[in-house]
């Protein structure tokens, strides 16, 4: 018999759709995306500037594990400033974006058979990161009818106690757009004491939130900060993904131990990315304020269109940069609407399905795109809906 060479762990990973969909966006011409999960800006101008400016120093060697010195002093000052955290720098490390640090906050606290809730829909790599550490994904479901937030009775369902010592938030919430209101986060914190729970709280999207809201760190809420990681990303707050640098913050136990399993996985993020995050942390902030209005022009013309079309409803996204309209009364899968928009609206979206199984009926479309891409996009989801039957 033929000796196995794929992991048996690897084999049982579910294959995301998305790469079928790329493939039948590629072959079919003229398409509009609303698929993006990126900033479609550039990185500003002066991080490119001096991060061109470091590498031609010679500053193209490792940086010490746990991140820069004066990084994490940039961050440790971040935090309290704008998130009322006060971690030293010493209570921070610093990895290859928050994926890095989801990984490694979960491989340092999870033992195989273990649970961890997480939101239903929820961002595409918790699931499939829980399972490859043989942890229980113990989906949260999000639903429409609670506007998306998350309820603790929900969690109170699936909770297995013995076996649970992790959750992880994601405000705001990538599909849904949701933030999580203070009343949310105050059952949430009554929870995890209840059932002394540790929290990896994901705030990639810390800086996009619309209508007057207010982004609230878990950390920030009373004795949260002793058993919640802090994950942030200068992915999307700098439009800087491909450089590949986010960071985790929380008790010293935990962040020792992950800095344990960093130097295994990348030794260290970029240096190069990390002088230049130091310059996106240090330098001017305007280009976070400039994006963040042009999000919100975006986010208005993409829900206000998609409200009009008959048959579509669309929860107000308060936050990240995502819509996640239900298309259930087309009376098509999540999966074949999304093919069909392709084929006969020439528009690709992402189905909700990506997201875990609360995301059937609905599809996530992206506002990281031009204001004019939106407008034709819409309309060519309004014209090629028209003759369908609801
Ligand atoms: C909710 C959420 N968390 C984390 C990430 C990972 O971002 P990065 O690894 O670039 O910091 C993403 C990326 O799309 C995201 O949507």
Same mark, same amino acid.
């Not at 011409?29 to 120093?57: Q, W, Y």
């Not at 490859?132 to 369902?157: C, R």
């Not at 999000?295 to 013309?301: F, G, P, T, V």
């Given at each position: 018999m033929a000796?196995?060479?794929?992991?048996?762990?690897?084999?049982?990973?579910?294959?995301?759709?998305?790469?079928?969909?790329?493939?039948?966006?590629?072959?079919? #011409?003229?398409? /509009?995306?609303?698929?993006? !999960?990126? @900033?479609?800006?550039?990185?500003? &101008?002066?991080?490119?500037? %001096?991060?061109?400016?470091?590498?031609?120093?010679?500053?193209?060697?490792y940086s010490p594990p746990g991140g820069r010195t004066e990084l994490r002093e940039a961050i440790s000052k971040k935090l309290k400033r704008e998130n009322n955290i006060d971690l030293p720098p010493e209570q921070i490390i610093v990895t290859c974006g928050s994926t890095e640090a989801i990984m490694l906050a979960l491989f340092c606290t999870i033992d195989p058979g273990e649970g961890v809730l997480l939101p239903d829909p929820g961002f595409l790599c918790y #699931?499939?990161? /829980?399972?490859?550490?043989? !942890?229980? @994904?113990?989906?949260?479901?999000? &639903?429409?009818?609670?506007? %998306?937030?998350?309820?603790?009775?929900?969690?109170?369902?699936?909770?297995?106690?013995?076996?649970?010592?992790?959750?992880i938030l994601n405000t705001p919430s990538n599909p849904l757009g949701v933030v999580y209101n203070k009343k949310t986060l105050e059952e949430i914190a009554d929870f995890v004491t209840e059932y002394d729970i540790t929290v990896l709280s994901d705030e990639a999207y810390e800086k996009f939130v619309y209508d007057g809201e207010k982004h609230v760190s878990f950390a920030s809420l009373n004795g949260m900060d002793k058993r919640t990681i802090t994950l942030q990303s200068f992915s999307k707050t700098y439009a800087m993904p491909g450089f590949r640098v986010g960071y985790a913050a929380g008790p010293e136990n935990l962040i020792n131990a992950m800095k344990k399993v960093h130097i295994y996985s990348s030794i260290c993020s970029p240096t190069v990315s990390q002088l230049a995050a130091h310059m996106a942390l240090t330098g001017p902030q305007k280009c976070i304020t400039d994006?963040?209005?042009?999000?919100?022009?975006?986010?208005?013309?993409?829900?206000?269109?998609?409200?009009?079309?008959?048959?579509?409803?669309?929860?107000?996204?308060?936050?990240?940069?995502?819509?996640?309209?239900?298309?259930?009364?087309?009376?098509?899968?999540?999966?074949?609407?999304?093919?069909?928009?392709?084929?006969?609206?020439?528009?690709?979206?992402?189905?909700?399905?990506?997201?875990?199984?609360?995301?059937?009926?609905?599809?996530?479309?992206?506002?990281?795109?031009?204001?004019?891409?939106?407008?034709?996009?819409?309309?060519?989801?309004?014209?090629?809906?028209?003759?369908?039957?609801?």
């Open positions: 000796r196995r060479v794929i992991s048996e762990r690897e084999e049982e990973l579910p294959v995301s759709t998305i790469g079928e969909l790329i493939k039948i966006t590629e072959e079919s #011409k003229g398409i /509009v995306s609303l698929g993006p !999960g990126e @900033p479609d800006f550039d990185s500003p &101008k002066h991080i490119i500037d %001096f991060a061109c400016k470091m590498l031609r120093e010679g500053k193209t060697h #699931k499939p990161t /829980v399972e490859i550490l043989n !942890g229980m @994904p113990l989906s949260v479901p999000h &639903k429409e009818s609670d506007g %998306f937030q998350f309820k603790t009775e929900e969690a109170e369902k699936i909770i297995v106690p013995e076996k649970t010592n992790i959750m994006m963040l209005k042009e999000y919100d022009k975006r986010r208005k013309i993409m829900i206000k269109r998609l409200c009009e079309i008959d048959g579509i409803s669309c929860v107000n996204p308060k936050g990240a940069f995502y819509a996640f309209p239900n298309i259930s009364r087309f009376g098509k899968k999540s999966l074949d609407f999304s093919k069909w928009l392709i084929k006969n609206a020439k528009v690709a979206t992402v189905p909700g399905t990506e997201f875990g199984r609360m995301g059937e009926g609905y599809v996530r479309c992206s506002y990281a795109t031009s204001y004019k891409k939106i407008e034709n996009a819409m309309d060519q989801i309004e014209n090629s809906l028209k003759n369908i039957k609801k």
